[in-house]
């Protein structure tokens, strides 16, 4: 059962351009929301976060939006660059106590220059 | 740098023949994780030490163990591996446990394991 889902496997931007990556869930329980970024041959690193109490965030070039009622998740790189290029997960926790991360499967993004 | 560091990067092993990965901290963390990737699919938890506190997840093979003999190191040990074990091991850290700080988690680079 997975209730973090990533339905694109992939995606193409121009450089400059904005990239949009979806995320959605079907815990309506989860209440902290990340997005991991994941260069080959490195682990993910960490790249931005949201609350449930939120319905955006941003930091830079990067925005999450959270849109609790459709359960969706999305994150926004503008402008794009080459180096944006990886793969990104989306993950969900709920509060209180210990409670695993649930990743979703992954985009991978490639900007082209 | 504080970072989170697994040895070996690549490994090798044969059908049944046991395996210990290894994975060490400099973040003085209290939570270390170990999750198991294969390709395409999202990294999946396997189990993860509170300080010295295990918590195995409920889907994890017996196969598969870990120990942490101080808060710096974490090993995990796989006795007999088959071949759907070959993945990527990602080991993590977080400085207390998720959803009580939402911190996020902090990842080595993995070691690949490949079955032979």
């Known amino acids: 059962d997975q209730q973090v889902k990533q339905n694109s496997p992939s995606l193409s931007v121009q450089e400059g351009r904005i990239s949009i990556l979806n995320c959605d869930y079907t815990?309506?329980?989860?209440?902290?929301f990340l997005w991991y970024k994941k260069y080959p041959a490195e682990g993910p690193t960490f790249l931005i976060s949201i609350s449930s109490i939120k319905d955006k965030n941003e930091d830079g070039r990067f925005t999450v939006f959270l849109n609790k009622s459709a359960k969706h998740l999305s994150l926004h790189i503008v402008p794009s660059q080459p180096g944006d290029s990886a793969v990104y997960f989306c993950a969900a926790s709920f509060a209180g106590g210990y409670q695993k991360v649930t990743f979703g499967t992954g985009t991978k993004l490639q900007v082209i220059p | 740098d504080a970072m989170v560091i697994q040895n070996p990067r690549y490994q090798v092993t044969q059908f049944g023949k046991p395996v210990t990965l290894s994975c060490s901290q400099t973040l003085n963390h209290n939570v270390m994780y170990w999750y198991q990737q294969k390709s395409s699919q999202a990294p999946k938890l396997l189990f993860h030490y509170y300080d010295k506190d295990f918590n195995n997840e409920a889907d994890t093979p017996d196969n598969f163990q870990s120990r942490r003999p101080n808060t710096s190191f974490c090993f995990l040990d796989i006795r007999s591996p088959g071949l759907g074990d070959a993945a990527m091991y990602l080991c993590?850290?977080?400085?207390?446990?998720?959803?009580?700080?939402?911190?996020?988690?902090?990842f080595g680079d993995g070691t690949r394991l490949s079955i032979l």
């Open positions: 993590a850290t977080s400085r207390d446990l998720v959803g009580l700080s939402n911190q996020p988690q902090h």
């Open positions: 815990n309506s329980m989860f209440d902290y």
